[in-house]
């Protein structure tokens, strides 16, 4: 088995963590880093949870996505309810921009 990128695991915890069966498998670039930072400021919008994230300096690529999310993004998502369904709608309206993007679309 082998063991996923940091970036795909951020990726896929989020989806976990709003109850989401969603496995990403595109590439990973910094336009999937876009597209996870217009969720966070999404669920930012609806909820508390993501607040503490930082804005990215300049456009958001895999490291800043690898370095600040991920397990306590999850943990964050999970300690409110609101947060999880926040997180729920925002994930699902943009599912497909994150396959659309892996693709290099």
């Given amino acids: ?12 915890e989020l ?3 709003a109850g989401i069966q969603y496995r990403y498998r595109g590439a990973l670039n910094d ?11 999404e669920i930012q919008r609806c909820s508390s949870a993501l607040r503490w994230v930082p804005r990215p300096t300049g456009r958001p690529n895999l490291q800043w996505l690898t370095r600040h ?11 409110e309810k609101n ?4 997180a729920k709608v925002r994930l699902l309206q943009f599912r497909t ?8 679309l």
């Fill in 69 to 79: 999310l991920g397990k306590q993004a999850v943990s964050s998502i999970k300690s």
């Fill in 15 to 17: 989806f976990n963590a």
């Fill in 83 to 86: 947060s999880i369904t926040c």
């Fill in 1 to 12: 088995m082998s063991e996923l990128h940091p970036a795909r695991e951020a990726i896929n």
């Fill in 97 to 104: 921009s994150f396959d659309a993007a892996g693709l290099g």
């Fill in 31 to 41: 336009e999937v880093a876009a597209v996870y930072w217009q969720i966070v400021q």
